[in-house]
């Protein structure tokens, strides 16, 4: 009768032993579950480190938009915490116009726009080059670059400041334009990353049909480097709004002033205007919070593209 089996009935014969032998296996290796306290003590913690999260992020906004609406005796003699008894819209008037808030956003506007743009031609032609050719120039480059982006930028300063001298860019606004484009190794891996996921068939395609590799960047690699260049835009730009040494260092006149500088000069040796800044920090705080809630989806669905191939 055992030799007389079809086939059929031996495959099932096999794979009932494997299920027994899985079930054997998984009993005796099976992990105790965790106690219900012990899971319910996990909740809680982590609830806890949310909440403390939480807090640590809103806290200092409550405290600038509270103190922004004050008097400079109401700030001094009150609780930070405290709301005000009648609120001073004129501290974002003084803010504005006499800290030069203005000014400081039409500055940061132009530095933003060559930087964005140079940082988008130069970042994505780099990438094409370094990701579609390999040779030994371009290991080297990739080479160069890692070393690059893991020296810390402060070991870096005294050779870049004496450049920009040399240059005669010192007190430009081109000074601050040219740093943030030539220093921005992390959005050329960005780049890098995307182009990964774009298929080398298309360029050889378009190669066999004639076109250059210039035609082929323009035509099909840029094109298919939207998202990556949305991500990169999002993050340039709050880098690059937020910054306040590169912007103090390299342009110290009043007229070249940033949003960041222009509310630094409300600080002086005799004390400082928190109420004056605190508003000047709101009005900063528009643009960049408008920019950032329409684009966040391209922060969160973009930044970790192409770092999977599939």
Not at 67 to 95: L, M, R, S
Not at 209 to 228: E, H, K, N, V
Request: with cysteine; proline share 4%.
């Amino acid at each position: 009768m055992e030799e007389n089996k079809t086939p059929e009935s031996a495959a099932e014969l096999t794979g009932t032993d494997a299920l027994a032998e899985f079930r054997r296996n998984h009993q005796t290796y099976k992990f105790r579950e965790t106690p219900k306290p012990v899971r319910a003590l996990f909740i809680i913690l982590k609830y806890l480190v949310l909440i403390v999260g939480c807090l640590l992020v809103i806290l200092p906004l409550l405290v600038v938009l509270l103190g922004a609406f004050k008097t400079h005796d109401e700030y001094i003699t009150t609780n930070v915490f405290a709301f005000p008894a009648e609120p001073q819209w004129n501290n974002f008037v003084t803010a504005f116009i006499d800290g030069d808030v203005l000014r400081g956003l039409l500055n940061t506007a132009i530095i933003l726009v060559i930087s964005c743009a140079g940082t988008i031609i130069t970042g994505t032609m780099t990438a094409f080059v370094l990701q579609r050719f390999n040779s030994l120039f371009t290991r080297a480059v990739k080479m160069v670059f890692l070393v690059a982006a893991l020296l810390p930028n402060i070991s870096m300063q005294v050779t870049v400041f004496q450049v920009i001298n040399s240059l005669g860019l010192y007190n430009s606004i081109w000074a601050p334009c040219i740093l943030y484009i030539g220093t921005d190794i992390i959005s050329i891996y960005i780049f890098m990353q995307f182009l990964d996921n774009i298929s080398v068939s298309l360029d050889e395609s378009a190669f066999l049909d004639g076109a250059t590799y210039f035609r082929i960047y323009r035509s099909i690699i840029l094109p298919m480097l939207r998202p990556a260049i949305a991500t990169v835009l999002v993050i340039k730009f709050v880098g690059i709004y937020n910054d306040f040494y590169t912007a103090n260092l390299y342009m110290p006149s009043k007229e070249l002033g940033v949003v960041s500088t222009a509310l630094y000069r409300f600080i002086g040796p005799y004390g400082a205007k928190w109420e004056i800044i605190f508003a000047g920090i709101i009005i900063c705080m528009i643009p960049s919070l408008i920019i950032f809630i329409t684009l966040q989806k391209f922060i969160y669905s973009n930044l970790v593209a192409g770092s999977v191939k599939e």
